[in-house]
């Protein structure tokens, strides 16, 4: 068990003595027992050990103890999430249940900054970029910080591969001209960190799929009219092709896969300003999250799939907000004093 679910068992456990201890008497009433005329000469009407409307009121309660518990576990599971914060002048990573909004450092170093945190699958790591140029991995606690990757350039925006060991990333190089290639790194070798394909293009933001060998990822190009934009490309390791998945002659960037693979989310400036939308990986069809005149955008997908958390500045700074997945209820999640950037949300192991 992970410790970061203790808070969530803790919160669920005493759910359910609450639960119980209202519902108790339903399940446990004592009836009185009922007289025997033979023995007694009582000739009152024989009653049964409950009367109809007693086995309803057991019959409702017990379907209302049933969904309560189901809703107690689907939140106690629903993950946490973890971001990037600036305070006193630093970057650092902290973690906050999207519920209670009760939040926890995961990185305290004032000489270095802490940006793009994602969790490993299984919810026991957060991998992380560094201002030093290197990509880092740090348990769910905060305990063993350490550095996994470097690379002839500035790494950034690491994202797990579905086998929880492989870290993919993207390598800059902003002095050889806005050059930015994709690599991997394996956590059980000692293996130096390999280039994971040759295009010529700037690629950069990978996101895995969590269901299949597909890798989404940002590339920068320029097209006939010598108009600069940036594109959201497919990549299929199992037989290395790939698919341009948008084609809006706009900044679309950070995809961020659905839970079951069918549908990315990203920032794009489509409509003039940055906003959320949701592309379906096969079919294509494009929808707008979020219309608002600030800055929407860096959108996660809650482990359920069915909301989002982005990060918003309607409020006046950067700050994490959640939505439905359709961008119905929005909601902002964190109010810090500065700004809040590069959500992940947790699967919680699943």
């Not at 950069?204 to 097209?223: G, R, V």
């Not at 309607?314 to 590069?342: F, K, M, V, Y």
Request: with cysteine; net charge negative; aromatic share 10%.
């Amino acid at each position: 068990m992970h410790l970061y679910w203790i808070p969530a068992f803790a919160r669920m456990t005493g759910f359910s003595i609450g639960l119980w201890t209202k519902l108790a008497p339903v399940f446990t009433r004592t009836l009185e027992p009922t007289p025997n005329p033979s023995k007694e000469g009582n000739v009152k009407a024989l009653a049964s050990p409950t009367t109809w409307s007693e086995r309803l009121q057991r019959k409702a309660a017990l379907i209302l103890a049933l969904g309560m518990v189901v809703l107690a576990f689907g939140n106690a599971f629903a993950g946490s999430i973890v971001y990037s914060a600036l305070q006193g002048g630093a970057w650092d990573l902290w973690t906050i249940d999207p519920d209670t909004r009760e939040r926890a450092p995961l990185t305290k170093t004032p000489d270095r900054d802490e940006r793009s945190p994602a969790w490993s699958r299984d919810g026991s790591m957060v991998a992380y970029s560094a201002s030093d140029g290197a990509i880092w991995v740090v348990g769910a606690d905060g305990n063993n910080a350490k550095k996994v990757a470097t690379g002839d350039g500035h790494c950034d925006h690491p994202t797990w591969h579905p086998d929880n060991i492989t870290l993919t990333y993207a390598v800059s190089k902003i002095e050889a001209g806005e050059v930015s290639e994709l690599w991997q790194v394996r956590l059980d070798s000692s293996e130096s960190p390999k280039k994971l394909f040759s295009a010529n293009r700037a690629e950069y933001y990978p996101a895995w799929s969590p269901k299949k060998e597909l890798l989404a990822f940002a590339h920068f190009e320029k097209d006939a009219d010598q108009v600069i934009t940036n594109e959201l490309v497919l990549w299929d390791k199992r037989n290395t092709s790939f698919h341009q998945l948008t084609r809006t002659r706009s900044d679309s960037i950070g995809p961020a896969w659905s839970p079951d693979g069918a549908s990315v989310a990203f920032t794009s400036n489509l409509c003039g300003n940055y906003d959320v939308w949701v592309m379906g990986v096969h079919r294509g069809a494009l929808v707008r999250v979020t219309d608002s005149p600030a800055y929407d955008g860096q959108p996660a997908w809650e482990p359920g799939g069915g909301r989002l958390v982005f990060v918003s500045s309607r409020s006046g700074s950067r700050q994490l907000w959640i939505t439905d997945a359709d961008g119905t209820h929005p909601r902002q999640l964190t109010s810090e004093p500065a700004s809040s950037e590069n959500p992940d949300w947790s699967s919680g192991g699943e």
